[in-house]
């Protein structure tokens, strides 16, 4: 294969070149290139290449099939570079998009991911990829079994701190997960342990919708434990909440409504 073509450019981006990769062929040539790699600008060339490929389902499940997940996860355990962190965690989260590679991601794998997160929010940098993570989470988070090892490894203590971001992306995204995560009755003591309702009320006013909505469903969910329905009423979020309630959109409107409605009960 020519590595000059995969060179960062928007070659990578073009449908001829993408399906001239998407032989199980030139997968297993990719996949074989990452496993040997040494530098990490040949690294994140080939994962660039595997974000662009796995845009597309068919492929992604190629990619998972040819074990390209465990080959990408592997690269995040030798490399300490920021590049190939976020250009392989951008395949993952592509990849994790396909219902059939979602179970390759096992208790070792979210571990890993989780740590990576923790390491980047740690120092402060790296926002595109704590976003990418949170991205692939949200994704593994709609299956039963990973919301539940989700949750097993306290994610909601790696993830409910991202609230106070400002970047747009990574709100989207973390919101996102913890909507998803918040379906388990049982992180709603340490979501709220994690200070969850205080960061939560500025996103209720949020001007991106997709934050908006996503809080108001965290909202309606957590407000089912006892506990932090107290917190809620007391915070002040009724009246916040209340004022969504004729919003044109649907989904958002229904969040708003449950959300209400629990926060009602006695």
């Not at 709609?142 to 400002?166: M, Q, T």
């Not at 007391?234 to 044109?248: F, L, N, T, Y």
């Amino acid at each position: 294969m020519n590595m000059s073509k995969l060179e960062k450019s928007p070659t990578l981006l073009s449908e001829t070149f993408r399906e001239e990769m998407a032989s199980d062929e030139h997968i297993q040539q990719l996949l074989t290139l990452l496993k040997k790699a040494k530098d990490d600008e040949v690294r994140d060339n080939i994962c660039s290449v595997l974000v662009n490929l796995a845009l597309d389902e068919e492929t992604g499940e190629k990619i998972g099939k040819s074990h390209g997940i465990k080959e990408l996860l592997s690269i995040l355990s030798v490399s300490n570079s920021k590049e190939v962190q976020k250009s392989a965690c951008t395949a993952l989260w592509n990849l994790s998009s396909v219902d059939s590679n979602k179970d390759q991601f096992d208790s070792l794998a979210i571990e890993q991911l989780l740590t990576i997160l923790k390491q980047a929010s740690e120092k402060k940098n790296n926002e595109e990829l704590q976003a990418d993570l949170c991205g692939l989470f949200q994704n593994l988070a709609l299956k039963d079994n990973l919301r539940g090892e989700l949750n097993r490894l306290s994610s909601a203590k790696s993830l409910v701190p991202l609230l106070s971001h400002k970047h747009l992306s990574l709100l989207k995204n973390a919101t996102g997960v913890l909507l998803n995560l918040s379906q388990d009755e049982k992180t709603y003591d340490e979501m709220s342990d994690c200070g969850i309702v205080k960061l939560l009320l500025p996103l209720l006013t949020h001007t991106n919708e997709d934050v908006l909505e996503n809080a108001l469903g965290i909202s309606w969910n957590i407000s089912l434990s006892d506990p932090v329905k107290k917190q809620m009423i007391e915070s002040g979020a009724v009246d916040v909440i209340a004022h969504w309630s004729d919003h044109p959109t649907e989904t958002l409107r229904n969040y708003c409504h449950g959300a209400l409605e629990v926060l009602s009960q006695p």
